[in-house]
């Protein structure tokens, strides 16, 4: 493909983003409560919250507010996009477009290598990665927009065999967020064991940048998830398996809740060390050693009513200024996750049906095998640890799985179109 053409596929790409970001009525995603972990840290606070700051509606517009100040213990990459995205808008207040840009300018990156000669899988990379459920990340505080944007951008170098990308796809996602820190470097020791020279650094990165934020991972962190797990998940499917997680016998009255209601004891600090029991997740593990069918039946449980949600329904994408109903989410470019919705809905099994499908057109190409050991590590772990490690926001837990599913099917669309053609070798 010449630059000409590939630069006219670019803009291609890029022009359901700009519809849906830059033209009037703005869109982005409302906060949940986890904007004060980026914000905080620069005093910021919304000009025009509307008649609740969170969930409801997506504010654009931020200003310095000192009583908005919270140094956060939970850190990301996403901290220093933003810091960049305040640079560049300069004076305040602070409009969330200017980081809205930043991300699509990180974004295209992945946009560039995703393109080929093939206009089929072109066509469906701009179908799948610019629909709204993901291109509203984009004006938002979230650490799963870096997250987003720089797996796309490191799986798109993987495919085209362009290592600096990839180490700066690998960079920016091993350090996006703490719970993808473990598949940040189980992707390192893919690359590893891929052997290519060229992708050491990259490999390097995943390794160094997840495991640091392993090490970060406080265990409050990990003491409120566990919280969710047993009182709100297992310990309502099966009472009894509190013993197993060593919950004590006095905590046993919190079934039925998770750690974000107000009488919740999660809300203290001090309760949640204490709660949190010796070898942490390593009993919940245990449990599903000794318990499968009942790991089988919450995966399925929420493949069946979680992947369904791939667009938060309590996260509204308009600005109060537009009169939307609360919580209303953008119509346009959402087509793609509409339908797919619907499809997990309808027939979720078909995963059981796809993915070996998938895998195995993909495998005949060579030179796709290793980002496809990576697709599939992603997305399995992704569903696994939001499934079964946790009880709240399961469906936006799954964004990432969401991603894979999508690579998976861009890379059989490729891995097609290759073994059709007349040089099955090339990309």
């Not at 919450?298 to 009169?323: F, K, W």
Request: proline residues 6%; charged residues 10%.
């Amino acid at each position: 493909m010449s630059k000409r053409s590939k630069f006219l596929w670019l803009l291609l790409f890029l022009c359901p983003i700009v519809w849906q970001l830059w033209v009037p009525p703005y869109t982005g995603l409302a906060d949940n409560g986890d904007f004060a972990k980026v914000v905080g840290r620069y005093s910021l606070a919304p000009t025009a919250p509307g008649p609740q700051q969170t969930f409801y509606y997506f504010n654009r517009i931020w200003e310095v507010s000192p009583a908005a100040f919270w140094l956060s213990p939970y850190w990301g990459v996403e901290v220093w996009l933003t810091r960049f995205a305040i640079w560049i808008g300069g004076t305040a207040p602070f409009d969330m477009r200017w980081l809205g840009l930043l991300h699509t300018a990180i974004f295209s990156v992945a946009a560039w290598f995703f393109l080929s000669q093939r206009a089929i899988p072109n066509l469906f990379a701009i179908v799948a990665f610019t629909d709204a459920a993901y291109v509203t990340y984009f004006q938002s505080f979230y650490f799963d927009a870096a997250s987003l944007i720089f797996l796309l951008v490191f799986f798109a170098s993987w495919i085209a065999g362009q290592p600096v990308a990839l180490a700066l796809g690998a960079v920016g996602f091993s350090l996006s967020k703490g719970p993808h820190a473990p598949v940040a470097v189980l992707l390192g020791l893919i690359l590893l064991a891929q052997g290519r020279r060229s992708f050491l650094p990259a490999a390097l990165a995943l390794l160094v940048g997840g495991g640091y934020l392993l090490s970060q991972t406080r265990d409050e962190y990990k003491a409120t998830a566990y919280y969710n797990l047993a009182f709100f998940k297992l310990g309502v499917v099966d009472p009894s398996s509190l013993e197993d997680l060593k919950v004590a016998p006095a905590n046993r009255r919190w079934i039925g809740t998770h750690a974000f209601m107000p009488e919740s004891p999660a809300q203290s600090e001090v309760w949640l060390r204490s709660f949190f029991p010796a070898g942490g997740y390593g009993n919940a593990a245990k449990y599903y050693l000794t318990h499968p069918w009942t790991a089988v039946k919450i995966l399925y449980a929420d493949l069946a009513t979680e992947a369904p949600q791939i667009r938060a329904q309590n996260l509204g994408n308009y600005e109060p200024s537009t009169g939307k109903a609360y919580g209303s989410r953008s119509k346009s470019f959402g087509w793609y996750s509409e339908a797919k919705s619907w499809f997990f809905t309808a027939a979720p099994w078909h995963l059981f049906l796809l993915v070996p499908t998938a895998a195995w057109l993909v495998w005949r190409v060579a030179a796709l095998r290793w980002p496809l050991a990576g697709v599939l590590l992603v997305g399995s772990y992704e569903f696994a640890v939001a499934s079964l490690a946790d009880a709240c926001e399961t469906y936006r837990h799954l964004l990432l799985f969401h991603v894979s599913y999508d690579l998976l099917l861009f890379l059989a669309l490729t891995a097609w179109l290759v073994t059709q053609s007349k040089r099955p070798s090339s990309l």
